[in-house]
T-cell receptor, first 113, second 109 residues
Framework: DVKVTQSSRYLVKRTGEKVFLECVQD?????MFWYRQDPGLGLRLIYF???????EKGDIPEGYSVSREKKERFSLILESASTNQTSMYLC????????????FGPGTRLLVL | AQRVTQPEKLLSVFKGAPVELKCNYS??????LFWYVQYSRQRLQLLLR??SRESIKGFTADLNKGETSFHLKKPFAQEEDSAMYYC???????????FGGGTRLMVKP
């Protein structure tokens, strides 16, 4: 059974702080994704990675960066958190040949004050 | 550019009533469409995909290329169907899914 874990369920940060969100998957999946989930807007892709050290921008990459140093781990970084980054952040992974079947983590609810 | 639209943010029905969650898409190529579901306090998970032409938990969805729609249907709603439903499109050109805004389904007893 695929397991995708995220480092925190809830996080409260102050404006300007640097924030790290970690995601780990245990199924040797090549692809990993970061989304933010907002009411009425659905899921919007921030970044994804199809291999170690590889990354591609999604629909809303501004204000975010990512790091994939190991296959199982994909980190989302907010260099200087802002209040408009308050959201639910979802990580997902998928195997290379079944890209559309994404397995999601439980989410991290981030509040930026 | 591809786009997925779910016109209803909230759909409320009584138990046993038919339910239809609407999804429209815009994409110039040949899309693959999916429905994902998120039950309360659970993770988002794949419900069904159009290429499988399967029925999952009594739900079906037919891809209508003429109307660019992929509506999710169930003839008799159950209380346990209450959840957030997202329609998603895969453009086959890469690894990315485009999600709609989601519809919250509430099934009342």
């Amino acid at each position: 059974d695929v397991k995708v874990t995220q480092s925190s369920r809830y996080l409260v940060k102050r404006t300007g702080e640097k924030v790290f969100l970690e995601c780990v998957q245990d199924m040797d999946h090549e692809n990993m994704f970061w989304y933010r989930q907002d009411p009425g807007l659905g899921l919007r892709l921030i970044y994804f990675s199809y291999d170690v050290k590889m990354k591609e921008k999604g629909d809303i990459p501004e204000g975010y960066s990512v790091s994939r140093e190991k296959k199982e781990r994909f980190s989302l970084i907010l260099e200087s958190a802002s209040t408009n980054q308050t959201s639910m952040y979802l990580c997902a992974s998928s195997p290379h040949l079944m890209r559309e079947t994404q397995y999601f983590g439980p989410g991290t609810r981030l509040l930026v004050l | 550019a591809q786009r997925v639209t779910q016109p209803e943010k909230l759909l409320s029905v009584f138990k046993g009533a038919p339910v239809e969650l609407k999804c429209n898409y815009s994409y110039s190529g040949s899309p693959e469409l999916f429905w994902y579901v998120q039950y309360s306090r659970q993770r988002l998970q794949l419900l069904l995909r159009h290429i499988s032409r399967e029925s999952i938990k009594g739900f079906t969805a037919d891809l209508n290329k003429g109307e660019t729609s992929f509506h999710l249907k169930k003839p008799f709603a159950q209380e346990e169907d209450s959840a957030m439903y997202y329609c998603a499109l895969n453009n086959n050109a890469g690894n990315m899914l485009t999600f709609g805004g989601g519809t919250r389904l509430m099934v009342k007893p």
